[in-house]
């Protein structure tokens, strides 16, 4: 749980991912075409996946990948985020940490 709320609080924006998740990707590119650039750890070769995933579900995460994490705070996997995004909440939430020159 340590290591989740430590990668978490990095940046601005989190991404948690799998290399091979499709859904994992399509948030990325989201976050990219929206002028984010977040830091985004692939926990399929850390020894500790298997933990990390148990408690990004502890937590509150739907599915252990993608995690969203905004400002060290859940925003949670790839039905929050298209939600927010759709609904028009998720470009303020982000806004603190859009660049100019992306």
Known sequence: MDKVMRMSSERGVV???KSSCCLCYAVQILFRDLR????????DT???C????????????STAVPAVF?????????????SLHLSGSLVPLIKPYQSLLY
Do not use: F, W, Y
Not at 36 to 43: F, G, K, L, N, R
């Open 46 to 48: 850390d020894p500790d």
């Open 36 to 43: 984010v650039q977040p830091t985004v750890h692939e926990i």
């Open 15 to 17: 991404i948690i991912t």
């Open 50 to 61: 298997r933990e990390i995933e148990k408690a990004l579900l502890r937590i509150g995460c």
């Open 70 to 82: 905004v400002g060290g705070k859940l925003v949670g996997s790839t039905n929050e985020v298209m």
